[in-house]
């Protein structure tokens, strides 16, 4: 027998489209954000049921975020995400994270900056994050993947708030775990490591200055275990750039709240990291320990 909740759940979507197009709930956000939350709990609890709506809330939810850029539909889109990434076909999601990613990278270039969205900023990397957690396969074959890493670090350097900060690194984090997946080892190296190679010294040099100057509690830890995976996936060898990223770093003048890292100083910091920048756990902590160490004599 059917489950007894499809008359429910059939009921349930003329009225999203509805709310969506009317003239007056569809431009209330708050209302808005609070119907999407119930369509959340279904897509979790419910999902052989909500299977057969799909392509109508992605729909839905498209049709939201394109005229209002409102960040629940992508918190909404990443429930989608993670009830049926991992169980369909990775080509839907694909088409979703490139129209996605398009329309937001063109908002942000017509003039406005990720400072001045630091909500949209946060619902995007999360729900890139849910991505790498459960649709990787459509994440790493995506030509989107560049532009949004690009986005990645570009908010790393410049954006202070702390809950789309967090998001961002949270995001970059994820994506490196890709790397102890055995089915995706050939799509790391083709295509993430590529992009690291080519913005790591950004990378690098933004997460050392948000921790001299002082961050948010919120963010600190993030920012230390974003610097960790970097340093650990590309290596502190010597054939390795990373080392060089983080010695230019160590000399970067960081401002004038922050006192200049010595010579001297700066060398023990980086022996310190070459020698802890392992994938181990004794050498993980370790290598955390020193840079946060860091951040606090550069605080004072």
Not at 186 to 204: I, K, M, Y
Not at 283 to 299: P, T
Request: charged letters at 15%.
């Amino acid at each position: 027998p059917p489950h007894v909740a499809v008359p429910l759940v059939t009921s349930v979507w003329p009225l999203l489209q509805q709310m969506a197009q009317s003239a007056t709930w569809g431009q209330d956000m708050e209302v808005v954000a609070a119907s999407l939350k119930v369509f959340e709990k279904l897509l979790l609890a419910l999902p052989d049921i909500v299977i057969s709506h799909l392509q109508q809330l992605v729909e839905v939810l498209v049709g939201i975020f394109e005229r209002q850029r409102w960040p629940c539909a992508l918190e909404c889109v990443s429930t989608v995400v993670e009830a049926f990434g991992g169980t369909q076909d990775s080509g839907p999601f694909l088409d979703l994270l490139r129209h996605i990613t398009s329309h937001t990278v063109a908002f942000v270039q017509s003039g406005h900056p990720p400072t001045a969205e630091p909500e949209l900023m946060a619902g995007f990397f999360t729900m890139a994050q849910r991505y790498c957690l459960f649709c990787p396969e459509a994440l790493t074959s995506s030509p989107e993947l560049a532009t949004i890493w690009d986005l990645a670090v570009a908010c790393v350097e410049c954006v202070d708030e702390r809950y789309a900060l967090a998001a961002v690194l949270r995001f970059i984090s994820t994506l490196f775990s890709l790397r102890g997946k055995p089915h995706l080892a050939e799509a790391f190296q083709g295509t993430v490591v590529p992009l690291v190679l080519s913005q790591g010294q950004r990378l690098v040099r933004a997460i050392f200055h948000a921790l001299a100057v002082g961050c948010q509690s919120l963010v600190r830890n993030p920012l230390i275990e974003c610097l960790y995976v970097v340093m650990s996936t590309v290596g502190m060898h010597a054939d390795s750039p990373c080392p060089q990223w983080v010695f230019a770093a160590l000399a970067e003048d960081m401002g004038p709240q922050v006192a200049p890292v010595s010579p001297e100083a700066r060398q023990r910091v980086l022996s310190a990291l070459v020698a802890f920048s392992l994938p181990d756990a004794s050498s993980k902590r370790k290598c955390k320990m020193v840079i946060g160490d860091f951040a606090k004599v550069c605080n004072g």
